[in-house]
Nanobody, 123 residues
Framework: VQLQASGGGLVQAGGSLRLSCAAS????????MGWFRQAPGKEREFVAS????????YYADSVKGRFTISRDNAKNTMYLQMNSLKPEDTAIYYC?????????????????WGQGTQVTVSS
């Protein structure tokens, strides 16, 4: 499966962005999807993950209450609605797939990384 993240940009603190992750090349069935991010000089970290039917959601503590993950399986697309953005949310955001129906928060459980989309939050 190939993934392409989009929707990043420059926004002021307190603003919002909506990221999209389009999947192609293989069926979307029964895949867990996840968002991760990597800030300059830091390791890639987990942001959120979602089960195939959307009934199980996991969030990093740093984004709980501000970010919402969702997916539209008919469109093979996953989303990340980001509200109340902070400068510390600045990073490249990546989407990835876990070929399992059991969501996790572990970066090692995911693959098929896309190229990412840059999110920059100014103070």
């Amino acid at each position: 499966v190939q993934l392409q993240a989009s929707g990043g940009g420059l926004v002021q603190a307190g603003g919002s962005l909506r990221l999209s992750c389009a999947a192609s090349g293989r069926t979307f069935n029964n895949y867990v999807m996840g968002w991760f991010r990597q800030a300059p000089g830091k390791e890639r970290e987990f942001v959120a993950s979602i089960s195939y039917r959307g009934g199980i959601l996991y969030y990093a503590d740093s984004v709980k209450g501000r970010f919402t993950i969702s997916r539209d399986n008919a469109k093979n697309t996953m989303y990340l609605q980001m509200n109340s953005l902070k400068p510390e949310d600045t990073a490249i955001y990546y989407c990835a797939v876990r070929i399992s129906n059991i969501p996790t928060m572990s970066l090692a459980d995911f693959g098929s990384w896309g190229q990412g989309t840059q999110v920059t939050v100014s103070s």
